[in-house]
């Protein structure tokens, strides 16, 4: 097969054959395991030297419809509890497709009137939603990383700017460090981008009262006032990967406030909670911070990928990212163009299937989705309180379980390489996919739920397949 001109004819027909292998798959996801146990090996079958002469769009279609499809976890399944990932809604994933479809670039107005256009509803929408200020500016990205980076480069900028420097026209020479201050519960997404920006990931000091890593307020003030006025960055966590805590967002922004510090929420997933009533006093304050930052492709439940920054102060994105060429139009009122206010230029037309979820389940559906997680989360928490081989670590504040395997008869020397190993056996065995992280010096499992096919019949699978993995375990050690 030569140039994809040939197959122009044959559009139609490699479209029938993906919707036709999609809707069988989806048909059957909510009973398939979240991991084929076949799945490593068949991926690494997708090996070898690039083709002279290619298959053909159909050839290439069926090895990915095949065997591709097995060696792909069920992370859009309702067994699928890692790294709190969602799924996509039916109203998201058919808004995707028709995006892939359209393939509009969705930096420039001009390149993409509805991409703009819906970008620019959806952001008023969330902002709505999660009672944020409708004058702050914002932007879609691909995820909390990015969202992070966006965010923090606007702070960096405004540190700059306390110093009399713009610093992204002119760089950070020149200028003393910029302190940056969180608890123990900043994300890795999020020291990431404070190395990206030049600010340094060994910059941060974690200022954490516990183990768990909750923040030390009055380390904050002193730290604070040790920097006798000079501009900071504090980072504050809305929903802690491990246990699902949240940083005090209202202590915190009025201590950095009254010392001149910028307070960022990475509310990756616990920017979530201001959509229940029952659950927002935990991101209470988030309409005084300086920004804050959410994943869509987390509790939205849009397909990857998708994130969001808030920034107080729009003036910042625009002094950071709109960066023009001679070959773009005129800017012009009411036409938004946000390659302007985001890293990406070249950007995918994300806001269609963001925009889509919101118009067909609003406000109420997403408030009955996140609550019915919540009591999925505390009905896990139950099963392992009652249980007398599990041990919870933290009672759920969210979505997020933090518990490990604690039977009978192992010491506390002995646990953490027990439960090492059980992760491990979970992930292999596939039925259902958590994996360990360690949380208050203890290895232990975090399985999140936040994905909007999951109910009480998938989370009440967790324990009995750990307790039987974690039997074999203890079985095959003994012998």
Avoid at 122 to 144: C, E, I, M, R, Y
Avoid at 290 to 314: C, M, Q, T
Avoid at 453 to 459: A, F, H, L, N, Y
Wanted: aromatic letters at 8%.
């Amino acid at each position: 097969m030569t140039d994809p001109i040939h197959e122009k004819d044959l559009i139609e027909s490699t479209l029938q054959d993906v919707h036709g292998a999609a809707s069988r798959y989806l048909a059957r996801l909510d009973d398939l395991p979240a991991k084929d146990p076949q799945a490593d090996a068949l991926a690494r079958e997708f090996e070898g030297e690039l083709p002279e002469d290619g298959l053909g769009s159909l050839e290439a279609l069926k090895a990915l419809l095949g065997r591709g499809q097995i060696a792909a976890t069920r992370s859009a399944g309702p067994r699928f509890f890692h790294f709190v990932i969602g799924g996509s809604t039916p109203a998201a994933l058919a808004a995707d497709w028709f995006a892939s479809a359209l393939d509009n670039n969705a930096g420039l107005w001009v390149s993409s009137p509805l991409a703009a256009q819906l970008e620019k509803v959806s952001l008023a929408w969330l902002k709505d939603l999660f009672g944020l200020p409708n004058q702050w500016g914002g932007v879609l990205v691909t995820g909390a990383t990015m969202a992070n980076f966006t965010a923090l480069a606007a702070a960096r900028q405004w540190c700059g700017e306390r110093h009399g420097v713009d610093v992204a026209r002119d760089g950070l020479a020149g200028l003393p460090p910029v302190a940056v201050l969180s608890s123990g519960f900043i994300h890795a997404s999020a020291v990431k981008a404070l190395g990206m920006l030049g600010l340094g990931y060994g910059s941060v000091r974690r200022l954490a009262a516990d183990a768990a890593g909750r923040i030390d307020l009055e380390a904050l003030e002193r730290s604070l006032v040790s920097l006798r006025g000079a501009p900071a960055i504090v980072i504050a966590t809305a929903g802690e990967v491990n246990a699902g805590g949240f940083d005090p967002i209202e202590a915190m922004v009025d201590v950095a406030h009254r010392h001149n510090a910028w307070l960022h929420v990475d509310g990756a997933f616990g920017l979530y909670a201001r959509l229940s009533p029952r659950l927002a006093h935990l991101a209470a304050g988030m309409e005084l911070v300086d920004s804050v930052i959410s994943d869509g492709h987390k509790w939205l439940n849009v397909p990857y990928d998708s994130g969001f920054a808030f920034v107080r102060d729009e003036r910042l994105l625009h002094a950071v990212f709109g960066i023009g060429a001679p070959y773009f139009p005129e800017a012009i009122a009411g036409r938004p163009d946000y390659l302007m206010l985001g890293p990406e230029m070249s950007r995918r037309a994300r806001s269609i299937a963001v925009w889509a979820t919101l118009a067909a389940y609003g406000r109420s559906g997403y408030r009955e989705m996140v609550e019915r997680h919540v009591q999925l989360a505390r009905r896990l928490a139950d099963q392992v309180n009652a249980a007398d081989d599990f041990e919870l670590i933290e009672e759920p504040v969210l979505n997020v379980v933090c518990f490990r395997y604690r039977p009978g008869g192992v010491s506390d020397d002995e646990l953490d390489e027990l439960n090492r190993r059980l992760g491990q056996a979970v992930i292999d065995d596939g039925r259902v996919y958590f994996g360990t992280t360690v949380y208050a010096g203890k290895v232990a499992f975090r399985p999140a739920i936040s994905n909007w096919r999951t109910s009480d019949v998938e989370v009440d699978e967790i324990l009995p397949i750990a307790r039987e993995l974690g039997a074999r375990l203890r079985a095959g050690a003994a012998t």
